[in-house]
């Protein structure tokens, strides 16, 4: 988007980096190592793509102050990822929105926004929420009655915070997604379900980033709770009184059951499911489209539905490859068995 | 949110309770067994949970009129579950909107709103939509044109809903939820998919309840239909044509493919999936992330993918935890077997 | 919803029929097999409904020039299919929208809106987007900064392009569709997950159309890229920098990791998975639920998860099917083999 351009001596003052190429010479942008030309910085952030590296067009490459040397210019620094990020920053830096209240908003009396927020177009605040410095609250989303929005946080487009949800700072919740729905909770009486009233909130501390189209439902009585720099990919389902420590990983489309709680560190890939009522274990590791229907250890790696250790799960799968040769060999074996002992004395053939 | 208070006589005439335990003590709130303090009255639903009741620091417990005492202050109801349903209308009673159309909603010629139903700011009420009596329509919902809203329902911020759909009474309709998006049809020709337009409708009866960012589709030509009392959570698909029984239950991310039925209290946990032009019979249950590719009967209880009866899925899976230790008895057993034949008449080794 | 009514006589002429009955005769609707009466015509798309045809109801059937001939009005057809496509359009017409902005849109200053283009109630249109003629923007819908929407697209309410993402023409943006959302990329250190930005674009190329709440995010560098003529259903997930060749399927729920890249033709059914940095081929399908964690050949059909191809995947199911009576005759089998050999030389009993 942005046009900018740098000279690889202003870039290795940005960046604290030792450069090997002439200073002089601009690049223009930032792209990955494939698809870099001449122009273009590029990084190396990982030894595996090292031969993608020596291959690369790429006019510099950032790479670790320790790793072989390349053709073409280098920039040399401790950590080449925390480099890369400041890159993408350097040629691609965000819109600073300024502050106020777009005319076409709605908020209602009795709430606070601070003078240094941005609420965008048609965006609507209820009554006596409170949206802090430097807040930005993008057109169309929705700031339920009684929520508070912590410091530098960013509230994308039509995404809603129903009544009474408490966000920390720099929170960010990407469009469409959820933040304070019901808990799906019933009584089965007389026939049918009775609806439990969900009168409890949703917690979401420092630094937690909710992806497009994910739900986190509020708790039927207390708070459910997204522990400090969690991260949560589009379209996952929280579901109500679940508690989730802090840096934790929750990749897309997976869905966390009512009451259930993930300690610190945990990741859940992709399409992953909790069972309700389960507690999982710090640093511990599901593999994508598991399900989980009893407590976790700290530090386990699982994998299967439902789930089971890492290792195991993979020696059955190898062994189900065979399966059909083993039911094959197991009625050879019987025939020869019945050649050798006429039958058997069982005589049993299940 | 809500800050109040009773004491205890006031609860028991409320719940139609037999109090044991000091009319006039005061308690400001409701809280789960484990986090009642003695200000809270808490409630025990389950005699699975009778231990949590003994150890609770609650000052006052709901319970079964049959029910072991406790050593705290107690009321007996003949159902706590009922019981504690009311009890949390009473402490935290639903705010009630003020009915009217807010003056930033947006209501197209033609519609028509019951005066005593309310509209939220920058919603849009297109031509033709009818909204009834005590509806309440949230801020930056869309009903679309020729809509149709029966008494007493609700639809949140961000709710979709398409032209024509129809809903029932005291429908709720959560943040974020699409009902009458098209279905998803299409004819492959001349090398392209090539639409089929989507003519029909959604039905949605009495009493159901509709999760956040859920998907109902409408159908190709007819009705797509959400039986009465029937309670789908958040991000829960239901394609064209589907018809959904009463009192069925679909937990979140569950997806029902184009023209199968569900019968009335089917139970479908999380993100099942169900193929298309399905039967799924009445009281079904399918476990948790199981797929359903042919008709279901009444009452059957399924697992897996594609999914088994709950016992056999249950007894397979057992066998498998140990089936590299089969696979290796089995070459234990080719080999003591070779040693007794001399390698077998069939001399095959597969 | 619309109510016409068409003699068989100008029905044949719009369908360019064969028509073998009474050119007068009236009728009022169209609907399917089962659900027609005297006054519909159906049509018998596929010989496997033949029987269903028979039993029909329906006034006339729309089939094929050389199909079996049924005991009502026929309207003889080369392609039944692209028959019924016109057949839905006569009877349910689209309504067309009146070219313009409506007063309570927000456009901002420096987006290009053609003259032909509407844009309904509320919708957002942020500075430098460009929208192209003959293009519906409904009611709510956002439009970021500097997004372009090809000619005859349509945006549905509470759909959101974020900023810069690119629409071809004729795409279809569903309700509570993100397209444009942050990718799930960060850099873990310091004991924190650190967010790489994400800095590229969305390009959705002509005749695509994306589901209700389907989120297709953003590259980190360079663009996500949706293929021509390919159909994303609800609840989809694309993630970072995937591109999806032309006239592909992608089935609700679906999700795709970042960097995964999908051939021409391929189908995704319900549910599948795709892991992060995997090529998928053209004309591949995988079934619903599977997941996909390596490459996969062009034309392959597989099924599991980790997904197996076809076959192989069936035959392994149906032998879990008699494991536990695998289970049990090894074991018998052991049994006669110690009877025959006294425990056998190895002694061994795992």
Redesign the interface.
């Known amino acids: 988007?942005a046009e900018r351009q740098f000279s690889l001596g202003a870039l290795a003052e940005a960046l604290g980096a030792v450069l090997e190429g002439d200073p002089a010479r601009i690049v223009t942008g930032?792209?990955?190592l494939e698809?870099a030309g001449p122009d273009h910085v590029s990084f190396l952030t990982d030894a595996r793509y090292r031969a993608q590296a020596s291959r690369s067009r790429a006019g510099a490459v950032v790479l670790a102050a320790d790793a072989e040397p390349l053709a073409t210019a280098m920039l040399r620094v401790k950590?080449p990822?925390?480099a890369?990020?400041r890159l993408?920053?350097v040629?691609?830096p965000?819109?600073v929105p300024t502050p106020g209240i777009?005319p076409?908003a709605?908020i209602?009396d009795g709430a606070r926004v601070d003078t240094t927020a941005s609420v965008?177009?048609?965006a609507?605040v209820?009554r006596g929420a409170v949206i802090g410095a430097a807040v930005r609250v993008h057109?169309?989303a929705?700031v339920?009655?009684?929520v508070e929005i912590g410091e530098g946080s960013e509230i994308?487009?039509?995404a809603?915070l129903?009544?009474?949800v408490r966000l920390g700072r720099r929170v960010?919740v990407?469009?469409?997604a959820?933040v304070g729905?019901?808990g799906?909770g019933?009584?089965f009486?007389d026939?049918?379900?009775?609806?439990?009233?969900q009168?409890g909130?949703v917690i979401v501390e420092d630094?937690v980033?909710i992806?497009?189209?994910a739900?986190i439902?509020r708790a039927?009585?207390?708070a459910t709770v997204i522990g400090r720099?969690t991260?949560i990919?589009?379209?996952v389902?929280v579901?109500h009184n679940v508690t989730i420590g802090e840096?934790s990983?929750l990749?897309?489309?997976v869905?966390i059951?009512g009451s259930s709680h993930l300690g610190r560190g945990v990741v859940l890939a992709?399409?992953v499911?909790i069972?309700d009522h389960v507690t999982i274990g710090d640093g511990a590791m599901v593999a994508?489209?598991s399900?989980i229907?009893a407590d976790v250890e700290p530090g386990a790696k699982l994998l299967g539905?439902?789930a089971?250790p890492l290792m195991?799960a993979k020696?059955?799968?190898l062994?189900?490859?065979?399966?059909?040769?083993?039911?094959?060999?197991?009625r050879?074996?019987?025939?020869?068995?019945d050649?050798?002992?006429g039958g058997?004395?069982?005589g049993?053939d299940?």
Chains 1, 2, 3 share one sequence.
């Not at 050879?332 to 068995?337: A, N, S, T, V």
């Open positions: 988007m930032i792209a990955p698809a950590d990822g925390q890369m990020i993408l920053d040629f691609h965000r819109p777009h076409a709605v209602a965008g177009a048609l609507v209820e057109a169309l929705y339920g009655a009684g994308h487009p039509h809603v129903e009544d009474g960010i990407h469009a469409g959820v729905g019901d799906f019933y009584l009486t026939g049918a379900h009775r609806k439990i009233p009168v909130t630094d980033e992806g497009s189209n739900t439902d039927m009585l207390g720099g991260k990919d589009n379209l389902q579901g840096h990983i990749v897309s489309q869905g059951s992709g399409q499911g069972a994508a489209q399900g229907h539905t439902p089971r195991h020696r059955i799968y062994t189900e490859d065979k399966l059909p040769d083993l039911a094959r060999k197991l050879d074996l019987e025939q020869r068995l050649r050798l002992d058997g004395k069982a049993r299940g």
